[in-house]
């Protein structure tokens, strides 16, 4: 039996294990998937020693920057992005090469692609620096829109978000929250925006998917603006990795 897996810290509950434990009894696979939750990524030699079976791991936070150094080879897109979220662990004789890939960019542009008009969607606002942040700037520069992050800390090539004006979400009217505010259970929570200068041409994309409707997106979607969650780019992202770890 083969074994895939996702490895992180914490996990709580993981859409991944029921996604693929589901489509393994749905198609007939000859597999299980499992949590590893490990306080370090330094343990994860350990996971690959233990598991001969495992054939492929997904990568989630905070690991998704930090595993790339432990990878014998890494996809250029994922190389470029800086974040892995896809391991394909492959046995070459009583040798096993680990390769990384990015199913996070792919699951992010096909699913906010079809949102935006590209005569009013030029410049979008990144909330986050982490992993996941650095896949929806690739695949929002590959639609051609500008980006910027916002951090609640001062760091190169971000700005904060008590500078974040009325104008600035006017001018900046796409808007990817990549943070955890507002994920189950802190549901109260959400970044600190002018929610009252948007419109029916903001959009609105949170990566999280619990709770289904976000603060961010409920606040944005009293002044119009188009709201979407992250639930289409996780099955879209879980495609990809499944055929990411049969890629020959």
């Known amino acids: 039996m083969e074994k895939y ?14 996604y693929f434990n589901q489509k393994f009894s ?5 597999a299980r998937y499992e949590n590893f939750e490990i306080p370090s990524i330094d343990q994860l030699q350990e996971i690959i020693d233990s598991n001969p079976e495992l054939r492929g791991l997904n990568v989630t936070i905070p690991y998704k920057e930090k595993v790339i150094e432990f990878l014998d080879s890494v996809t250029p897109e994922a190389q470029a992005i800086g974040a892995v979220n896809v391991i394909k662990v492959k046995h070459e004789g009583k040798s096993i090469k680990l390769k990384g890939y990015n199913s996070d960019v792919i699951g992010f ?26 896949a929806v700037n ?62 029916q041409h903001t959009i609105l994309y949170d990566l999280i998917y619990n709770p289904n409707e976000t603060l961010f997106m409920k606040r944005g ?6 709201t979407k969650n992250g639930l289409e780019m996780l099955l879209l992202q879980a495609f990809a990795s499944w055929e990411f770890w049969h890629d020959k």
Do not use: W
Request: aromatic content about 8%; glycine content about 10%; proline content about 7%.
């Open 221 to 226: 979607a009293q002044y119009g603006a188009q």
């Open 26 to 30: 749905d198609e007939g696979i000859d």
């Open 109 to 134: 542009t096909q699913s906010i692609e079809p949102m935006l008009d590209k005569k009013r969607h030029k410049k979008a606002l990144i909330l986050g620096t982490g992993g996941a942040s650095k």
């Open 138 to 199: 690739y695949g929002l520069k590959s639609l051609g829109l500008e980006t910027v992050y916002v951090s609640r800390y001062e760091r190169p090539g971000t700005i904060q978000y008590d500078k974040i004006t009325p104008e600035v979400v006017k001018e900046y009217n796409v808007i990817v929250n990549c943070t955890p505010l507002g994920m189950y259970p802190k549901t109260e929570e959400c970044p600190e925006l002018p929610y009252e200068a948007m419109d």
């Open 5 to 18: 897996g996702l490895i992180g810290f914490p996990l709580g509950h993981s859409f991944s294990i029921s």
